[in-house]
């Protein structure tokens, strides 16, 4: 059974940091483009970052650029969100995904509709 599973999630005050995990059971992560995607409350859910398979090329939002580092440790089958430097607004339910992706294939970047396998989300609160 293919599983995405998040970790990392919590309550951290306005610039503190967390680190999310994006952990694959059932399929080769190495093999597949990885995104991170959240939602807040009362609003759409929007893409924050993506790494791609062979690459390794990451992709940001802007709202997220300079602040926050994806990466992933194939050895693991696990994807990373490494985020500083938190503000109120990042406040959200995060969300992993992957989608198969080989050398000849669009990279799916932050479009939710390109990615078909989903986790069930961790929830970040970023308060004083």
């Known amino acids: 059974q293919l599983q995405l599973v998040e970790s990392g999630g919590g309550l951290v005050q306005p610039g503190g940091s967390l680190r999310l995990s994006c952990a694959a059971s059932?399929?080769?992560?190495?093999?597949?483009?990885v995104g991170w995607f959240r939602r807040a409350p009362g609003r759409e859910r929007e893409g924050v970052s993506s790494?791609?398979?062979?690459?390794?090329?990451?992709t940001y939002s802007d709202s997220v650029k300079g602040r926050f580092t994806i990466s992933r440790d194939n050895a693991k089958n696990t994807v990373y969100l490494q985020m500083n430097s938190l503000k109120p607004e990042d406040t959200a339910v995060y969300y992993c995904?992957?989608?198969?992706?080989?050398?000849?294939?669009?990279?799916?970047?932050?479009?939710?509709?390109?990615?078909?396998?989903w986790g069930q989300g961790t929830q970040v609160t970023v308060s004083s």
């Open positions: 790494i791609s398979s062979f690459s390794e090329t990451p």
């Open positions: 995904a992957a989608v198969v992706q080989n050398p000849y294939t669009v990279d799916p970047g932050l479009l939710d509709e390109n990615y078909n396998y």
């Open positions: 059932g399929f080769t992560l190495g093999y597949y483009a």
